[in-house]
């Protein structure tokens, strides 16, 4: 036992919880001290997978997880402790460089699509949008296109971009050249945005309506798959347009139900 506390001075408390001293034995201040020596240098063990571990020490990077998991991430407020997982680590990305993509709205592999081209939009600068489920994580940072039909317009552009559900820009492809009558595939690149699995919409527009790319067509029974065009946000016009620099709006702003569309074909891709 201490000497500093006991029997020393005449209210000795103990340093780390305390615990007065006096008006008791010296067999059981003894004790107390042992007790407040124990809790004060945080003495403890948990066990893990049936093993004792004493005083461990709960963080966020040591041991390190294994390959394609994530360690829990630890925190405190006060005597309050939780963990939790960053929610993109709960869906491994799928994708790398030059290795894995996806079609416009969200379609895996190449299916029949035919060796079609056509108008993407009726009405210049018009919104088009189709709701698609993504069903693993990607990483996105480039999309490619291909214009069939160029537009005669100076300065003429289109553009395509990935929308939340309810609306919300994550990707901008930046404009494309429509006036680009070199047949080529072109690719434009922005930093990337990971996607989760979730459910998301495909937007697209363009300056002239006369340009051309390389499309697909996908009625997908309209009124079926909007209860008879009862729900807006499936297929549809957006209110919301690009602005002065061609940059996609940040909103897609009010839905409007349209059944009948010419998808273009873009890839993205990593």
Known sequence: MSNTLYPGGDNPFTPNLGLALWDMSFQMAQNMETIDAAIGA????????????????????????????????????????SAYIPSGSLFPVLN????????????????????????????????????????????????????????VIVGATHSFAIYTASGNLLIDSGPFDSTDGTGNVRTNSFSQVVLNPGVYLFAWTASDAAVQLRVFTVQGFPNLITKNATMQNIIGIASNVRNGTHAMPATLGTFTFAGLQTVPICIWQF
């Open 42 to 81: 945080g003495s403890s063990s948990v066990k893990i997978n049936g093993s004792a571990i004493s005083n461990p020490n709960f963080n966020s990077t040591i041991p390190a997880a294994p390959a394609n998991a994530t360690n829990v991430i630890w925190q405190v407020s006060g005597p309050n402790v």
């Open 96 to 151: 790398s460089l030059n290795i894995g993509k996806f079609i416009s709205n969200g379609i895996f592999n190449e299916c029949f699509l035919g060796n079609l081209t056509g108008s993407i939009v009726s009405v210049s600068e018009q919104i088009n949008y189709r709701q698609f489920t993504l069903t693993a994580s990607m990483s996105i940072g480039e999309v490619s296109q291909l214009v069939t039909t160029a537009s």
